[in-house]
């Protein structure tokens, strides 16, 4: 008896990076997730095969979501982070949806969030502890709850025209909260 399945399909310039050296990355995902992955170079699209004796039907789902992360653009090493907790999620913001199909429109936008020589996406990603990956014509996430909601927030501010110098007073301020709020976790209750 046959397992249940998954498509993905991926753009040809990723199935390097989905396979990796020698298969390293393609293998990782099958050890790690108890799937097999098929990958047809020809058109992008990748099988994923969850065996009948699976007892997390959820694996495909997660599986699933690596095989796109790696699709939208993430190195394989930050797309991983989907398999170390399941509170990390996975999220795609697409920018045609703002702006339809115009290829000028796209670029500016992508250079918004890029900024220059990298700078704007890399103070994202140091603010929020999110990954960044912006590809094609999304824009991808991979985070913790509360970190991808600020580097999605962020995101939306650039792409709604907000001034750069806005936005990365709004991630300080991010950064701040968080930082406040995981020190109140471990601070100790006493009653007098």
């Given at each position: 008896?046959?397992?249940?399945?998954?498509?993905?399909?991926?753009?040809?310039?990723?199935?390097?990076?989905?396979?990796?050296?020698?298969?390293?990355?393609?293998?990782?995902?099958?050890?790690?997730?108890?799937?097999?992955?098929?990958?047809?170079?020809?058109?992008?699209?990748?099988?994923?095969?969850?065996?009948?004796?699976?007892?997390?039907?959820?694996?495909?789902?997660?599986?699933?979501?690596?095989?796109?992360?790696?699709?939208?653009?993430?190195?394989?090493?930050?797309?991983?982070?989907?398999?170390?907790?399941?509170?990390?999620?996975?999220?795609?913001?697409?920018?045609?949806?703002?702006?339809?199909?115009?290829?000028?429109?796209?670029?500016?936008?992508?250079?918004?969030?890029?900024?220059?020589?990298?700078?704007?996406?890399?103070?994202?990603?140091?603010?929020?502890?999110?990954?960044?990956?912006?590809?094609?014509?999304?824009?991808?996430?991979?985070?913790?709850?509360?970190?991808?909601?600020?580097?999605?927030?962020?995101?939306?501010?650039?792409?709604?025209?907000?001034?750069?110098?806005?936005?990365?007073?709004?991630?300080h301020k991010k950064r701040r909260e968080l930082k406040k709020q995981r020190l109140?976790?471990?601070?100790?209750?006493?009653?007098?």
């Amino acid at each position: 008896m046959e397992g249940s399945k998954a498509y993905v399909k991926i753009p040809g310039d990723r199935i390097g990076a989905l396979v990796g050296p020698d298969g390293t990355v393609k293998n990782v995902i099958e050890k790690k997730l108890n799937v097999s992955l098929e990958v047809d170079s020809e058109n992008g699209t990748v099988q994923i095969t969850l065996p009948a004796t699976a007892e997390d039907p959820t694996v495909l789902f997660r599986a699933k979501e690596l095989v796109t992360a790696i699709g939208r653009g993430f190195a394989p090493d930050h797309a991983f982070r989907l398999l170390d907790d399941d509170e990390i999620v996975f999220e795609v913001i697409d920018l045609r949806e703002t702006v339809g199909r115009s290829a000028s429109d796209l670029k500016r936008l992508k250079g918004r969030v890029i900024g220059k020589e990298g700078k704007t996406r890399r103070i994202i990603e140091e603010l929020s502890e999110a990954n960044i990956s912006v590809y094609g014509h999304t824009i991808s996430i991979i985070g913790y709850p509360d970190q991808a909601s600020v580097a999605r927030e962020a995101v939306s501010m650039l792409i709604g025209g907000c001034l750069h110098g806005t936005v990365y007073r709004f991630l300080h301020k991010k950064r701040r909260e968080l930082k406040k709020q995981r020190l109140q976790l471990w601070e100790p209750t006493y009653r007098s």
